[in-house]
Nanobody, 127 residues
Framework: QVQLVESGGGLVQAEGSLRLSCAAS????????YGWFRQAPENEREFVAG????????AYSDSMKGRFTISRDIAKNTVYLQMNSLKPGDTAVYYC????????????????????WGQGTQVTVSS
């Protein structure tokens, strides 16, 4: 059984930074892609960033491009999301997701293919 556990969320002032981590455990060899998604109250879950299992390809939501960076440490089975220049609009619960069905090389930005999910970590940005 595979588990994804997020950490690193918290309260930060606008223009501050946070680094989220997603540690994967168990039989992780079948995860072909990782993604970060977020969901604010009364909003739908939205794609933030994604990366292939080997770090070969990355993708970002347009609103996060240039501020957020996703990376992968294969040896540690961990995916990171570095978030800079945070805005109050970035306040949300951030989820790490893994995809065991994403065999193609592109990063999937739709939540539906992702079949493994962490419990989420709260990020709150104050103005």
């Amino acid at each position: 059984q595979v588990q994804l556990v997020e950490s690193g969320g918290g309260l930060v002032q606008a223009e501050g930074s946070l680094r989220l981590s997603c540690a994967a455990s168990g039989r992780t060899g079948g995860i072909y892609g990782y993604g970060w998604f977020r969901q604010a109250p009364e909003n739908e879950r939205e794609f933030v960033a994604g990366i292939r299992w080997n770090g070969a390809n990355e993708a970002y939501s347009d609103s996060m491009k240039g501020r957020f960076t996703i990376s992968r440490d294969i040896a540690k089975n961990t995916v990171y999301l570095q978030m800079n220049s945070l805005k109050p609009g970035d306040t949300a619960v951030y989820y790490c997701a893994g995809c065991t069905r994403c065999f193609e090389s592109v990063v999937r930005t739709d939540a539906r293919p992702y079949d493994l999910w962490g419990q989420g970590t709260q990020v709150t940005v104050s103005s």
